[in-house]
């Protein structure tokens, strides 16, 4: 008996989530429907890709509704068993009000692993084929992705240093190129060319049309060169410089962008305030579940007015989320606490509701 009403309770959870969840989903799905539709219908693009488009925004969509969906369920369930008198049946059987309420929050945390796993290998690829098939195919943008840079120097790794007027990631191929070699501190040599492409046969950089000069006892000696097959083998791919888009990366390769990007000397401020957030976005659930049960069991008002009051702290805190985010990747706020800090917030403000209404 004393397991069978925590799994009634948590039972309860899964049906309001779903629906939520499908409700919720439709809305911003059949919203993007008509608000796309017409630049299709412009475009000339068949049904096919806009159908496509679509299918491919789909797990973007959900993954950004799930945190309200979890609130709903909370707010369902919970107000239902108040409704039919079970909550006070429950309590006079002995359970204590933390213990009926813990198979929701266990709801919740199921929740926010799912939730994290669609944003870590399901949302990031597809959100990405959906922006190429509207950007490239729609829109006839060939670097939407933000892959060519110009008049731009970075570290190439031991004591390397390039700069380029123009640099294409996605071709590997640079053009006015200066790549100064250090060796203990000095400079030993520079290659200065018109030109530098990627030779992935023998993973070389091969300048063309150009100079080298090399520093002995700090005397230069300059020679010039149609080919220069040089010793440089930093892969183009591992030079971060394409554009960061935010729902289309996981946090694993978010990780590994950041450490690419210190390598190189590159800010990563945007990019670690990404990876809190990200994080942040999928423990909103539990939090989610915390404020439901807060506002349902302290406010001693109507159902309707109660699920109003938790709907709104629930926008609120999603609100706070994403400001913060726009101000860690501003450099306003440290990106630890722009992600996490909207969370720590309301998880005390919850907290501290859930203690005035002796739940814990």
């Known amino acids: 008996m ?39 219908m412009r475009a000339g693009s068949n049904l096919n890709l806009f159908v496509k488009y679509l299918l491919c925004q789909l797990p973007y969509y959900i993954a950004q509704v799930i945190p ?18 079970e909550w006070k049946a429950g309590q006079a059987g002995g359970y204590r009000p933390l213990t009926m309420v813990m198979p929701l929050l266990l709801c919740s945390l199921t929740v926010a692993i799912f939730h994290f796993a669609l944003i ?44 380029a007027n123009v640099f294409n990631g996605k071709n590997g191929s640079m053009k006015k190129v200066v ?11 520079e290659i200065s060319a018109q030109k530098a492409h990627w030779d992935r046969e023998n993973k070389r950089w091969i300048f063309s049309n150009g100079a080298l000069t090399r520093y ?27 554009g960061l888009v935010a729902d289309g990366i996981s946090i694993r390769k978010l990780s590994e962008r950041i450490e690419k990007l210190r390598l190189i000397g590159f800010s990563v401020i945007a990019e670690k305030t990404l990876l809190y957030s990200k994080i942040a976005f999928a423990l909103s659930n539990f939090v989610m579940a915390m404020l439901g049960i807060m506002v349902i069991l ?9 699920m109003g009051i938790a709907i709104s702290l629930g926008f609120v805190l999603w609100a706070f989320m994403t400001i913060s985010s726009s101000a860690g990747a501003a450099e306003v706020l440290s990106p630890f606490w722009a992600g996490f800090g909207p969370l720590f917030l309301f998880f005390l403000i919850a907290l501290y509701g859930m203690r005035r209404a002796r739940i814990i």
Do not use: C
């Open 216 to 242: 002995i006892e700090n005397k230069p000696l300059t020679k010039s060169f149609d080919v220069y097959k040089s010793e440089l083998s930093f892969h183009p791919e591992k030079l971060v410089l394409e």
């Open 120 to 163: 870590e290998f399901v949302s990031p690829a597809l959100y990405l084929q959906s922006q190429k098939i509207y950007h490239s195919e729609l829109k006839g943008k060939t670097d939407w992705e933000n892959r060519l840079r110009r008049n731009i120097s970075f570290f190439a790794g031991g004591e390397t240093f390039i700069s």
């Open 298 to 306: 302290s406010l001693k008002a109507s159902k309707m007015f109660s």
């Open 179 to 189: 790549a100064d070699i250090y060796k203990d501190g000095e400079l030993n040599m």
């Open 2 to 40: 004393t397991k069978i009403f925590p799994r009634y309770i948590a039972v309860s959870f899964w049906g309001p989530f779903l629906f939520g969840l499908g409700i919720f989903t439709a809305l911003i799905f059949f919203g993007t429907l008509f608000d796309k539709l017409n630049i299709f």
């Open 68 to 85: 309200m969906a979890t609130l709903l369920a909370v707010l369902f369930s919970l107000g239902e068993f108040i409704k039919t008198g």
